[in-house]
């Protein structure tokens, strides 16, 4: 028996990693918002890697925060290790990664959702969402309870008709043994939806008291103070090590002789897994030229003994895993806690979606996370805030907000995702991102902090320390673009111990700084500044001058590409009356509805051929409506 228990701004469904940055940012706007998720004991569950970043994925979670969402201050208060990645390499691909304490990172962000002003958290099972006229107006419990919203942002990762698979075993289950969820597939697809199937995986987790932690290698956490959040100040100093060991020939012929019993390669398994995080068998099938492969051990928290075999992803049966694990240096006589397995759930095909994460079918109705066909906390949580940003503003009356490609990696993601769609669960990587040299870990705030400040989610107090620190950066650029350096003796020595070749005449401090061995630090020996500065913004003058001409090149195709954002398509063009373009490009803008022409000329299918004859259409005002014929 149904009944009405309550109305809301927007309601969210799912209290994963992109249900609680949904759930805070529409909160955080104003908005009344009802968070309700299946488990209140899963909020912002870890099911596979107890880790946050790594690279583009750390940039994300730098971006989050500068919008003023929560996932990096959470982190930043829970994390067991600490470490910058890839500080050989230039800072387009640098990127900060974390290893959680599991247990205390759900339990710190269940702490946040319930002091929220706000936001209500409920636990129950959506099973139907009402829709009048094509909008969706609120959902319905397993129960029966009935809440009314205005918009509502669905979060359900993995749950959608979830199937767990180990082995010959195959039984309906969300993430951990929890409950699945069935009704809610079902009633997308009633109202017209078009759902995928996809897999991913997770490795056995083993009792750190029976690991011969002498037969591997210690990986440290940084010593330098790290931190996601542009807002921390405390920096947890007592950090845990990770171990490094390997696979070997014994490894790779037990999981060849039991290849057979792979689900994978038996056919039980129909959904497709992500490209980029191979189970173990997968790899040792496809590179069978290698003699081994990495496996991490990473502690799960301070708290428990259980160890995550990272590496190790599988869902061989049971009992090759337990022999399998015996093959690995350090594992010889380890006792495993927790058997790996695959799962299997239904995605939304994300071509259906608006550049808002708002659905194409159904209005007002928002998707987010691993429903989209994404793989990742960090992932889910950037498509989590832009969707509850949009609910919330929706709801209030405002407009929307969109992030670009050359905004943020968070731009990348959903442009890539509603329009190029993905065939594999979606894993985001620096190479996606042709404006990476821009959309740098270092400088997230300043790409972000202004537009969080602007629809309401970065407070005044931080928006002033930002001001002063983008006004900082600016000054000291400038006395080092007016600074000539002569070429001294205490200035030659310098240059030639670095390998550089001497001065012969002098330069401007900036021009100085440019040079390959030279750094922010050794500059200042030589030019003090009279004002004590950060750390951040020093490094941030460094990057900033020292790339200045890759950041200006790219500046300019940015300019390049808002000229095409700014040819805007109308939504009801008839493309079918336009004579010339191709089949497939017909079909393929018919159904993704670009908003403009550079968004088209992205589209799988949709060649330059196409583009053209497009633009021609448009500037000669012969667009083809639909009715009109």
Same mark, same amino acid.
């Given at each position: 028996?149904?009944?009405e228990?309550g109305?809301?701004?927007v309601i969210?469904v799912g209290?994963?990693?992109a249900?609680?940055e949904?759930?805070?940012?529409?909160?955080?706007?104003?908005?009344?918002?009802l968070m309700?998720t299946?488990?209140?004991?899963?909020?912002a569950?870890?099911p596979c890697n107890p880790?946050?970043?790594?690279?583009?994925?750390?940039?994300?979670?730098?971006e989050?925060d500068?919008?003023?969402?929560?996932?990096?201050r959470?982190?930043?208060?829970?994390?067991?290790?600490?470490?910058m990645?890839?500080?050989?390499k230039g800072?387009?691909?640098?990127?900060l990664?974390?290893?959680?304490?599991?247990f205390?990172?759900?339990?710190?962000?269940?702490k946040?959702?319930?002091d929220?002003?706000?936001?209500?958290?409920?636990?129950g099972?959506?099973?139907?969402?009402?829709?009048?006229?094509g909008v969706?107006?609120?959902?319905?419990?397993?129960t029966?309870?009935?809440?009314?919203?205005k918009?509502?942002?669905?979060?359900t990762?993995t749950?959608?008709r979830?199937?767990?698979?180990?082995?010959?075993?195959k039984?309906?289950?969300?993430?951990n043994n929890q409950q699945?969820?069935?009704?809610?597939s079902?009633n997308l697809?009633e109202?017209g939806f078009?759902l995928v199937?996809?897999?991913t995986g997770?490795p056995p987790?083993?009792?750190?008291?029976t690991?011969?932690y002498s037969k591997t290698?210690?990986?440290p956490?940084d010593?330098?103070?790290?931190?996601?959040?542009?807002e921390?100040t405390?920096?947890?100093?007592?950090?845990l090590?990770?171990?490094?060991t390997?696979t070997?020939?014994?490894?790779h012929?037990?999981i060849?002789?039991?290849?057979?019993?792979?689900?994978?390669?038996?056919?039980m398994?129909?959904g497709?897994g992500?490209?980029?995080?191979?189970s173990?068998e997968?790899?040792?099938?496809?590179?069978?030229d290698?003699?081994?492969?990495?496996?991490?051990l990473?502690?799960?928290?301070?708290?428990t003994?259980?160890v995550y075999v990272?590496?190790l992803?599988?869902?061989?049966?049971?009992?090759?895993?337990?022999?399998?694990?015996?093959?690995?240096?350090?594992?010889e006589?380890?006792?495993m806690?927790?058997?790996?397995?695959?799962?299997?759930?239904?995605?939304?095909?994300p071509?259906?979606?608006?550049p808002?994460l708002?659905?194409?079918v159904?209005?007002?109705?928002?998707t987010?996370?691993?429903?989209?066909g994404?793989?990742g906390?960090e992932? =889910?949580?950037?498509?989590?805030?832009m969707? /509850?940003? #949009?609910a %919330? @503003?929706?709801?209030?009356? &405002?407009?929307?907000?969109i !992030?670009s490609?050359?905004?943020?990696?968070?731009?990348?993601?959903?442009?890539?995702?509603?329009?190029?769609?993905?065939?594999?669960p979606?894993r985001l990587?620096?190479s996606?991102?042709e404006?990476?040299l821009?959309l740098?870990?270092?400088? =997230?705030?300043?790409?972000l902090?202004?537009? /969080?400040h #602007?629809i %309401? @989610?970065?407070?005044?107090e &931080?928006y002033?320390?930002f !001001?002063a620190?983008?006004?900082?950066?600016?000054?000291?650029?400038?006395r080092?673009?007016s600074?000539?350096i002569?070429?001294?003796?205490e200035?030659q020595?310098?240059?030639?111990?670095?390998?550089?070749?001497?001065l012969?005449?002098?330069?401007?401090?900036?021009?100085?700084?440019k040079?390959?061995?030279?750094t922010?630090?050794l500059?200042?020996?030589?030019?003090p500044?009279? !004002?004590?500065?950060a750390?951040?913004i020093k490094?941030?003058?460094?990057?900033q001058?020292?790339?200045?001409?890759y950041?200006?090149k790219?500046?300019q195709q940015?300019?390049?590409?808002?000229?095409?954002?700014?040819?805007k398509i109308?939504?009801n063009?008839?493309?079918e009356a336009?004579?010339?373009?191709?089949t497939?490009?017909?079909?393929?803008?018919?159904?993704?509805?670009p !908003?403009?022409i550079?968004?088209?000329s992205?589209?799988?299918?949709?060649n330059p051929a196409?583009?053209s004859?497009?633009?021609?259409?448009?500037?000669?005002?012969?667009?083809a409506?639909i009715?009109n014929?």
């Amino acid at each position: 028996m149904q009944y009405e228990a309550g109305n809301y701004d927007v309601i969210v469904v799912g209290a994963g990693h992109a249900g609680c940055e949904a759930g805070l940012a529409a909160a955080r706007l104003g908005a009344k918002t009802l968070m309700i998720t299946i488990n209140l004991d899963m909020v912002a569950f870890m099911p596979c890697n107890p880790s946050v970043g790594g690279p583009a994925k750390g940039i994300v979670v730098r971006e989050i925060d500068a919008l003023g969402g929560e996932m990096g201050r959470n982190i930043d208060k829970t994390y067991i290790q600490m470490r910058m990645l890839n500080t050989g390499k230039g800072p387009a691909v640098r990127a900060l990664r974390a290893q959680a304490d599991k247990f205390a990172y759900q339990h710190e962000m269940k702490k946040t959702l319930e002091d929220e002003e706000n936001l209500v958290l409920m636990q129950g099972m959506v099973e139907n969402l009402i829709v009048e006229d094509g909008v969706c107006t609120g959902v319905i419990t397993k129960t029966g309870a009935v809440y009314r919203s205005k918009t509502v942002v669905i979060t359900t990762g993995t749950y959608l008709r979830g199937e767990i698979i180990l082995g010959e075993l195959k039984y309906s289950s969300g993430p951990n043994n929890q409950q699945p969820s069935i009704g809610l597939s079902e009633n997308l697809e009633e109202l017209g939806f078009d759902l995928v199937r996809f897999k991913t995986g997770t490795p056995p987790r083993v009792n750190s008291h029976t690991i011969d932690y002498s037969k591997t290698e210690i990986q440290p956490g940084d010593e330098v103070p790290r931190s996601f959040s542009y807002e921390t100040t405390r920096y947890i100093t007592d950090q845990l090590p990770c171990w490094l060991t390997y696979t070997n020939e014994q490894t790779h012929q037990l999981i060849d002789n039991n290849l057979h019993r792979s689900p994978m390669y038996s056919g039980m398994i129909k959904g497709t897994g992500p490209r980029y995080c191979p189970s173990i068998e997968d790899k040792v099938v496809r590179f069978n030229d290698k003699p081994r492969h990495q496996i991490f051990l990473e502690p799960e928290g301070r708290n428990t003994k259980e160890v995550y075999v990272q590496g190790l992803s599988t869902s061989l049966p049971e009992d090759v895993q337990q022999q399998i694990l015996k093959t690995i240096p350090g594992l010889e006589k380890v006792q495993m806690m927790r058997a790996g397995y695959a799962i299997e759930y239904d995605a939304v095909v994300p071509t259906q979606l608006w550049p808002s994460l708002e659905t194409k079918v159904v209005k007002n109705l928002y998707t987010a996370g691993q429903i989209n066909g994404t793989s990742g906390y960090e992932e =889910a949580a950037g498509q989590g805030i832009m969707a /509850g940003i #949009n609910a %919330g @503003l929706n709801a209030l009356g &405002r407009d929307q907000l969109i !992030l670009s490609r050359s905004d943020a990696y968070i731009g990348v993601l959903i442009d890539d995702l509603i329009t190029k769609g993905t065939n594999e669960p979606y894993r985001l990587l620096t190479s996606r991102a042709e404006y990476r040299l821009l959309l740098r870990h270092d400088n =997230a705030d300043l790409r972000l902090t202004e537009i /969080g400040h #602007n629809i %309401g @989610l970065i407070p005044g107090e &931080r928006y002033e320390r930002f !001001l002063a620190k983008r006004e900082a950066i600016e000054l000291e650029k400038k006395r080092l673009n007016s600074i000539f350096i002569r070429p001294s003796k205490e200035v030659q020595d310098l240059i030639k111990s670095l390998g550089g070749s001497e001065l012969k005449d002098g330069v401007r401090a900036s021009d100085l700084l440019k040079r390959p061995e030279m750094t922010y630090e050794l500059l200042e020996k030589l030019t003090p500044s009279e !004002l004590e500065m950060a750390t951040d913004i020093k490094e941030q003058v460094e990057i900033q001058i020292k790339y200045e001409g890759y950041i200006e090149k790219s500046l300019q195709q940015v300019e390049r590409l808002k000229k095409m954002e700014n040819k805007k398509i109308p939504e009801n063009i008839d493309y079918e009356a336009i004579t010339g373009l191709a089949t497939e490009a017909r079909q393929k803008l018919t159904k993704i509805k670009p !908003l403009s022409i550079a968004q088209a000329s992205r589209i799988s299918g949709v060649n330059p051929a196409d583009i053209s004859i497009l633009l021609i259409y448009l500037e000669q005002g012969r667009i083809a409506r639909i009715g009109n014929n």
